[in-house]
């Protein structure tokens, strides 16, 4: 399975973004899903996971209430909407898959797509 992400890009303080993340392959249905995100000089953070149904999502509390994490699987995509931005949440953010959705969540997930840049500004 590769995943691609896509829709990062300049945005402005308080502003809304939705990424996309596109997988081959005919095993999505069954992978949990997550979204990662890394800054400048920052360790990479975990935005949150969703099992392979899209049924439950894990946000750590630092993530709650500005990220939205949902899926299709219908279209082999992940989504990761984000509301109210931050000059802060400049990163690059990943997604990726995992068997389980405690290996996103523990940060070991199986694979990582590429990343897309969102850019914030004050």
């Known amino acids: 399975v590769q995943l691609q992400a896509s829709g990062g890009g300049l945005v402005q303080a308080g502003g809304s973004l939705r990424l996309s993340c596109a997988a081959s392959?005919?095993?999505?249905?069954?992978?949990?899903m997550g979204w990662f995100r890394q800054a400048t000089g920052k360790e990479r953070e975990l935005i949150g996971a969703?099992?392979?149904?899209?049924?439950?999502?894990y946000y750590p509390d630092s993530m709650k209430g500005r990220f939205t994490i949902s899926r299709d699987n219908a279209k082999n995509t992940v989504y990761l909407q984000m509301i109210s931005l931050k000059p802060e949440d400049t990163a690059v953010y990943y997604c990726?898959?995992?068997?389980?959705?405690?290996?996103?969540?523990?940060?070991?997930?199986?694979?990582w797509g590429q990343g897309t840049l969102v850019t914030v500004s004050s």
């Open positions: 990726a898959y995992g068997l389980t959705l405690h290996r996103i969540v523990e940060g070991a997930p199986d694979a």
């Open positions: 392959g005919r095993i999505f249905s069954i992978l949990a």
């Open positions: 969703t099992i392979h149904s899209g049924a439950s999502t």
